[in-house]
C-alpha cells in the first residue's frame, strides 16, 4: 500500500460500495486506507491492492457472518463502517404505509450490523 509519510491509514469497511457515493468514497478513500467493500451485487471493481470486495446482501445474516470471518482473516480489524446501503422506497406519501417505512428504516440503519 502506497502511504504518504506521515499520515496514517485505516481499514474501512463500505456497504452498498455499487452505489454512486459508495463507488465515488471507494476512489478517494483508497489512495491512503485500506477499503473493504460489500454489496449484493458487485458489477464495476477499482484495480487496487488496498481493495477487497465481498458479494453480500446485508439483511442475509448468514452469508454476512461468512464474509466477516473472511474480513477479520484478511485484515484482522474495521476501523470504519460507512453505509451506503439504501432500502429503496419510492412509494409516495400517500401510497405509504407504516409497514413498509418501518421495514425500509430497519433496513436501512441496521444493514451495518
Do not use: H, W
Amino acid at each position: 500500500m502506497s502511504q504518504s509519510p506521515g499520515k496514517v491509514f485505516k481499514k474501512i469497511l463500505i456497504t452498498g460500495s455499487s452505489s454512486y457515493v459508495g463507488r465515488a468514497l471507494i476512489k478517494d478513500l483508497s489512495k491512503n486506507n485500506i477499503i473493504v467493500c460489500i454489496d449484493k451485487k458487485i458489477d464495476k471493481k477499482q484495480n487496487s491492492k488496498n481493495i477487497s470486495y465481498f458479494k453480500s446482501d446485508v439483511l442475509n445474516e448468514k452469508k454476512l457472518l461468512n464474509v466477516k470471518n473472511q474480513i477479520v482473516k484478511k485484515i484482522k480489524y474495521v476501523d470504519t463502517i460507512i453505509n451506503c446501503f439504501v432500502d429503496q422506497n419510492y412509494l409516495t406519501f400517500e401510497k405509504q404505509n407504516l409497514k413498509k417505512f418501518n421495514s425500509s428504516l430497519i433496513t436501512n440503519v441496521s444493514g451495518t450490523f
